[in-house]
């Protein structure tokens, strides 16, 4: 494998499990723990998120010679809040059912930490492919866990998979929602805030855990070493 394939895989494998929005930085926790009661929820903020993530983190890096370091931040609002602007009069035009469930969480991308701190932390530093990339896998990784989250909640919550798929898909999609539990009373707080934190934290521990369980014979000879010479 060449150097440049090889960085370009190290960039997505810390954007999509290593360096995770949701589960390691914990960043854009408010709209990730609000919007994921469903899984159609959950997609639609998660795709709306990336594509923010990755015009801006483009933008950036193609400006990032250009900006002078005292007006750096306020010059990477304007262009996150530009590019959320857009995405918020786009989904009104077209997915405007949609647009009503998610409410004040898409302008409110714009204040989401982890989109800043991608623009000022790599993308002003980096080469447009890299920062694209990067943009990319950050976006798809949040949205993945997004998506997760609000499928079990609305699998516990409803006993329904992809309900309301219509508001993003279309008519073609009104038969798309799975009962998987028929004559399913529902279990509320799986749908409640609190069911949200709960959920999250059972994502979390299940990363710690399988980090932990495949971590390789080497990084543990490694951190052992480090812990006897400390």
């Known amino acids: 494998m060449s150097e440049r394939m090889q ?17 390691v930085q914990l960043l854009g926790l408010c709209p990730l723990l609000a919007v994921s009661s469903t899984f159609i929820n959950a997609l639609g903020l998660g795709l ?10 483009v933008s950036v890096s193609l400006i990032r010679k250009l900006v002078r370091p005292e007006v750096r931040i306020p010059a990477f609002m304007i262009i996150i809040a530009s590019f959320v602007t857009a995405i918020d009069l786009s989904m009104q035009a077209w997915f405007y059912e949609l647009h009503k469930i998610l409410g004040i969480f898409i302008p409110l991308i714009v ?13 002003s530093r980096v080469s447009v492919d890299r920062a694209a990339i990067d943009g990319l896998m950050m976006g798809i990784g949040f949205t993945l866990v997004l ?25 073609v999609a009104k038969d798309w929602t799975l009962v998987l539990i ?3 009373r529902g279990y509320l707080l799986a749908i ?3 069911g949200a934190f709960l959920g999250l934290g059972l994502l979390i521990a299940l990363k710690n855990f399988i980090d932990k369980r495949f971590q ?7 951190n052992t070493t480090a812990t006897a010479e400390a």
């Open 7 to 23: 960085e370009m895989t190290d960039i997505s494998r810390k954007g999509l499990w290593e360096n995770n929005i949701g589960l």
């Open 48 to 57: 709306a998120t990336t594509v923010v993530l990755l015009a801006s983190n």
């Open 111 to 123: 204040t989401n930490c982890a989109i800043l701190g991608r623009a000022e932390a790599y993308a």
């Open 147 to 171: 998506v997760v989250l609000g499928g079990l909640r609305e699998l516990i919550g409803q006993g329904t998979l992809f309900n309301q798929a219509h508001l993003m898909f279309g008519d």
């Open 182 to 184: 028929n004559d399913y």
């Open 192 to 194: 409640l805030p609190p």
């Open 216 to 222: 390789t014979p080497q990084t543990v000879t490694l």
